[in-house]
């Protein structure tokens, strides 16, 4: 079992930067392939991000290519996400997400944390 807990939401300005935090306890983090996925109100879930075991590979969807960044620190048993020149449609709850394997996180993650909310304001 893996246990991810998010932080750093929070309410920002359009144009404003967040960076989001995910710590894992519970597996070895290295085991394991991280995404964050986000879901604004009456919408479906959405992939945002996700790397690879090692960080060697990320990828992002489309809507945030060149605005957010995705990383991980394997000795602090963490995910980041950067998030910058935030847009009101970015408003959501932001989800981390783990699996063993990195093509499988963005699809269908074997764990999920409880999400912490971003609010851009315009």
């Known amino acids: 079992q893996v246990q991810l807990v998010e932080s750093g939401g929070g309410l920002v300005q359009a144009g404003g930067s967040l960076r989001l935090s995910c710590a894992a306890s519970?597996?070895?983090?290295?085991?394991?392939?991280m995404g964050w996925f986000r879901q604004a109100p009456g919408k479906e879930r959405e992939f945002v991000a996700a790397?690879?075991?090692?960080?060697?590979?990320?990828n992002c969807a489309d809507s945030v290519k060149g605005r957010f960044t995705i990383s991980r620190d394997n000795a602090k048993n963490t995910v980041y996400l950067q998030m910058n020149s935030l847009k009101p449609e970015d408003t959501a709850v932001y989800y981390c997400?783990?699996?063993?394997?990195?093509?499988?996180?963005?699809?269908?993650?074997?764990?999920w944390g409880q999400g912490t909310q971003v609010t851009v304001s315009s």
């Open positions: 997400a783990a699996h063993p394997t990195y093509s499988m996180v963005v699809i269908t993650p074997r764990y």
């Open positions: 519970g597996r070895t983090f290295s085991n394991y392939a």
């Open positions: 790397i690879s075991r090692s960080g060697g590979t990320t």
